[in-house]
């Protein structure tokens, strides 16, 4: 299996910040990962797929990029909404893979 | 608009049987593959298996192969997720989700969107 590997686990930042996630692969997956917001007791969502494109209707303070085996996720400013647990995924290979998620915490 | 809508949360005991629903509306239920998606209290999203409704073709991951099995009816354009003989282990939220491509013996190159609401499982004597 393709194991993903975020950093950092938990992450905490004050409104206005710019906040980044990375995700790491133990192989290579071209462009081939998604990333996905989960707000507490709510199903994921997903913001970002093929790495880099924005999901309809997300704001566009989020974005992505990478290909190979590292991945960034960036919020360039942190809204008081966005607290919540992010998570990417892959989808080179089967089985489907995610990463551990970062919980993202507002200062 | 694109909708899938979960049966309700459960309560079991060890080693009884549960069958769990995932209802799709807004689209062409036989012409997307359906995933499902465990998420053990407090951790991490864990891909489990997929469904393609027009010929109930799956996949599982090889951590769920044989332990669930999935199925669908589109008669009712409903996929489902089951247990023979549930563990206390199987105690977690239980998603669904439509998949955006297709997917082939080694891969499913596409994402998740949407996501049903989840089926909180809890088994517990």
């Known amino acids: 299996d393709i194991q993903m590997t975020q950093s950092p686990s938990s992450l905490s930042a004050s409104v206005g910040d710019r906040v980044t996630i990375t995700c790491q692969a133990s192989?290579?997956?071209?462009?081939?990962l998604n990333w996905y917001q989960q707000k507490p007791g709510k199903a994921p969502k997903l913001l970002i797929y093929?790495?880099?494109i924005l999901d309809t209707g997300v704001p566009s303070r989020f974005s992505g990029s990478g290909s190979g085996t590292d991945f960034t996720f960036t919020i360039s400013t942190l809204q008081p909404e966005d607290i919540a647990t992010y998570y990417c995924?892959?989808?080179?290979?089967?089985?489907?893979?995610f990463g551990q998620g970062t919980k993202l915490e507002i200062k | 608009e694109v909708q899938l809508v979960q049966s309700g949360a459960e309560v079991k005991k060890p080693g009884e049987s549960l069958k769990i629903s995932c209802k799709g509306s807004?689209?062409?239920?036989?012409?997307?593959?359906i995933g499902w998606v465990r998420q053990m209290p407090g951790k991490g999203l864990e891909w489990m298996g997929i469904?393609?409704?027009?010929?109930?073709?799956?996949r599982y991951s090889p951590t769920f192969q044989g332990q669930v099995t999935i199925s669908a009816d589109t008669s009712i354009s409903t996929a489902y997720l089951q247990w023979s003989s549930l563990k206390a282990s199987d105690t977690a939220m239980y998603y669904c989700?439509?998949?955006?491509?297709?997917?082939?013996?080694?891969?499913?190159?596409?994402?998740?969107?949407?996501w049903g609401q989840g089926t909180l499982v809890t088994v517990s004597s």
């Open positions: 093929d790495a880099s």
């Open positions: 807004g689209y062409s239920f036989t012409s997307y593959w």
């Open positions: 469904i393609y409704p027009g010929d109930s073709e799956t």
């Open positions: 192989q290579e997956i071209t462009k081939y």
């Open positions: 995924q892959q989808y080179d290979t089967l089985p489907i893979t």
């Open positions: 989700a439509r998949h955006g491509g297709y997917c082939s013996t080694t891969t499913c190159p596409a994402w998740f969107d949407p």
